[in-house]
């Protein structure tokens, strides 16, 4: 069993940076792909960046390119994602997500089969 846990989220004001980690168990966790999600209040889910088993290849929406970076640190177990310049529509509940099936990333959340509880992020203008 994979359990992730995030943490880094808080409140801060527009412009402003956070870092969310994501604390993975498993001695796997260098073979799995992982990705970001984010979920507002009345919104569905959204795919936010996620990053391939090695941590070579990367992926990101539209709305956050430029502005945040996902990582992995293999040795660490843990995943990372950088938020800088932040908006008010980046607050949600950002949560991570490990696929165990595939090396690949991928921004599809069907894919994913272990996720975290989320952490709040909460930007004010």
């Known amino acids: 069993q994979v359990q992730l846990v995030e943490s880094g989220g808080g409140l801060v004001q527009a412009g402003g940076s956070l870092r969310l980690s994501c604390a993975t168990s498993?001695?796997?966790?260098?073979?799995?792909?992982m990705g970001w999600f984010r979920q507002a209040p009345g919104k569905e889910r959204e795919f936010v960046a996620a990053?391939?088993?090695?941590?070579?290849?990367?992926d990101y929406a539209d709305s956050v390119k430029g502005r945040f970076t996902i990582s992995k640190d293999n040795v660490k177990n843990t995943l990372y994602l950088q938020m800088n310049s932040l908006k008010p529509e980046d607050t949600a509940v950002y949560h991570c997500?490990?696929?165990?099936?595939?090396?690949?990333?991928?921004?599809?959340?069907?894919?994913?089969?272990?996720w975290g509880q989320g952490t709040q992020v909460t930007v004010s203008s």
């Open positions: 997500a490990a696929d165990s099936t595939s090396g690949d990333l991928t921004g599809q959340a069907s894919d994913y089969q272990y």
């Open positions: 498993g001695r796997a966790f260098r073979s799995y792909a």
């Open positions: 990053i391939n088993w090695s941590g070579g290849s990367t």
